[in-house]
């Protein structure tokens, strides 16, 4: 194929603008990655690229000493594993029962868990239900309300109906009942349908913050996205400190200290996030497969 | 009603009771989500009845007194609450006509890029931030803007050492920037995947026919892909209009600080604010049902538009 000369210039511009492209999304993490790597006083005095200029490990030290910290990856890796599993559970067990047409009240029960994609009581009867339910502030806030979605049950569903109906109808005959069926011979046949929905619900607890804030005020549940919350709203309220001190004393500076919100909050970032950075290059096509899916559906 | 008839139901009536036996098993493993979805769904929807009381935390629902459509008026006669539509209106909208051409554009160039593992090395950074909770993006986003971090030393490199140290997220006036432009950071990247996948289910003949009518690889653009692209477009377009009153609460929430929050609340925040710090349980209630009603009448006069406009809808 014949290219112009314009064309040529074209591509090299567009490789050029993607490139600079990639650097704009990079370079704000790239950056904290530098910041939490580096000593808190000299931070302060600003210029830090994407290398560390005196390096330290004092502010990961300080994050991963922290209790409450230390507290907050635990109620989420829990939250994660409990909820995923649980929540793939109710799927998986829903999308196999549906699937059956000759189900008497089928499309009753579809239709029942349909509707609430349309309408929902809101955040504040949320709130009532809950605390009927004696769930806020406690750690099955996060499990429960959020155990179900729709339409992770239908992409379930439309897997669990490539599979062929002969095996099911032989597994019957050797006295398999409905359980043993989906367990035995459902499950191990559909893995990558049920990878694909396990890493969805994992991904969504991990990076839930909202639940928390909404939810729960004492500090024994929070979770790490939540503790990014509370040191960005704190180191706020210091900086706001700051600025009033610097108005009234001009000049005479503190001795600064060696870690600062700053440096703080910047390895509380890297931590709570790097798990989601480092894996996410490696599943994205579960993550496209959802964006696809939805599109068709549409 | 005949004999016959009569025996026919009744044997009717007997078997759908043997089927439902045969089938405990399954109604067992659908009754997880059937249990889920009403615990956690419709009796959430019951408690909407609130909107229409004076709502007494002490007194609970049945006992409330009723109060008619008085929070509705105070949704209008209430000058934050005015205030809040106008910003979730503001920031939607700049969103979607700003925002959505650029998704466009990027899935154009995106798909204009012939080394292929160059494209995917692209496309898997700028996923990055979807990946992102909101307040990681919120974080990311006041180091980057700190009075010592990168935004303020490149201000100092272009102007000079002279230049001042500023801090643009205590500024209410930067906030629909703010919204608009981290809004583009976190998802871009990712809303290019949908398009993309419609550009490549055009047809390649039609960019053959094209090439020998004469076209450039530019016009090919306006006359092959993006018509190609067209239902895509409106569907998307159509839910992204639909809605246009959910300002996104993670975003707005993680946004605000002390010099901000007073001018810059939106519907979602309101209710929040309203309903659990301040304890006006009914007047926020009311705030979050007249938005979801709100926000279906829109999605279906856009749709309804949407159809005659271009014969494509979302139902």
């Keep these: ?113 349909l509707i609430p994609t349309f309408i929902q009581g809101g955040m504040i009867p949320n709130f009532m239900l809950f605390r009927s339910l004696d769930l806020i502030n406690s750690f099955w806030v996060y499990i429960f309300p959020s155990m179900f979605v729709f339409y992770n049950m239908l992409v379930m569903r439309a897997y ?87 108005m009234q004393s001009s000049g005479e500076s503190a001795a600064s200290p060696r870690i600062t919100p700053t440096s703080v909050r910047a390895a509380t970032l890297i931590v709570s996030t790097l798990p989601i950075v480092m894996v996410y290059p490696f599943v994205q096509k579960h993550f496209v497969k959802g964006v696809m899916l939805g599109a068709i559906k549409e | 009603m005949t004999t016959p008839e009569k025996t026919m139901k009744a044997g009717h ?93 990027l899935a154009l160039l995106l798909n204009e890029l012939r080394l292929m593992w160059f494209k995917r090395i692209v496309q898997t950074i700028s996923y990055m931030p979807h990946f992102l909770s909101w307040i990681a993006v919120a974080s990311l986003a006041y180091s980057f803007f700190e009075l010592y971090g990168p935004f303020n030393d490149l201000r100092l490199l272009l102007l000079g050492e002279d230049a001042s140290r500023i801090n643009i997220l205590m500024d209410s006036d930067n906030f ?20 993309l996948a419609a550009m490549a289910g055009v047809d390649p003949q039609l960019y053959e ?50 010099y901000t929050q007073q001018d810059t609340e939106v519907i979602n925040t309101i209710v929040y604010k309203y309903g659990l710090q301040q304890g006006k349980f009914s007047l926020a209630t009311a705030f979050g049902l007249a938005q979801g009603v709100c926000s279906f009448l829109i999605l279906y006069v856009v749709n309804k538009l949407a159809k005659k406009i271009s014969n494509v809808g979302i139902w």
């Design chain 2, 176 to 195: 629909l920037g703010l919204v608009f432009f981290s809004s583009v950071f976190k998802e871009i990247g990712w809303s290019t995947i949908i398009f």
């Design chain 1, 160 to 246: 669990l109906g490539t599979i062929p109906i002969s095996l099911e109808e032989s597994a019957k005959l050797d006295g398999a009942n409905s359980a043993q069926i989906l367990f035995k011979l459902y499950l191990p046949l559909s893995m990558p349908v049920v990878a694909t929905i396990s890493l969805w619900i994992a991904v969504m607890h991990w990076n839930d913050w909202t639940t928390t804030l909404l939810y729960v005020q004492s500090s024994n549940v929070q979770t790490l996205q939540f503790m990014l919350y509370k040191i960005l709203k704190e180191s706020e309220l210091m900086m706001q400190m700051a600025v009033e001190r610097s």
């Design chain 2, 13 to 105: 009536a007997r078997t759908t009771w043997r089927r439902i036996k045969q089938n405990k098993l399954l109604y067992a493993l659908l009754s997880g989500a059937l249990l889920w979805v009403i615990v956690f769904e419709y009796v959430p929807m019951a408690g909407i009845v609130m909107a229409f009381q004076d709502y007494d935390i002490f007194k609970g629902v049945f006992e409330s007194p009723f109060a008619g459509l008085k929070h509705f008026e105070a949704i209008i006669s209430t000058p934050a609450l005015s205030k809040a539509i106008a910003n979730t209106l503001l920031y939607s909208s700049v969103k979607l006509l700003f925002g959505f051409p650029l998704t466009i554009i």
């Design chain 2, 209 to 258: 026919a094209a090439k020998v009518d004469g076209c450039s690889r530019f016009m090919q653009v306006f006359h092959v892909t993006l018509p190609g692209i067209l239902p895509t477009v409106m569907i998307i377009f159509i839910l992204q209009a639909g809605g246009i009153l959910n300002a996104n609460f993670e975003q707005i929430i993680g946004f605000q600080n002390l």
């Design chain 1, 1 to 113: 194929m014949r290219t112009t000369k314009g064309e040529k210039l074209f591509n090299g511009f567009n490789v050029l603008f993607m490139l600079l492209l990639s650097v704009l999304f990079l370079y704000p993490y790239l950056n904290q990655l530098a910041v939490s790597f580096n000593d808190g006083s000299d931070t302060a005095y600003g210029g830090i690229t994407i290398f560390p200029r005196v390096w330290t490990l004092e502010n990961y030290e300080a994050v991963l000493s922290n209790e409450s910290f230390l507290r907050a990856a635990f109620v989420t890796v829990s939250r994660v594993v409990i909820g995923t599993a649980s929540g793939l559970f109710v799927t998986m067990a829903a999308a196999y029962a549906l699937l059956k047409k000759d189900l008497p009240g089928r499309n009753l029960f579809l239709t029942m868990l």
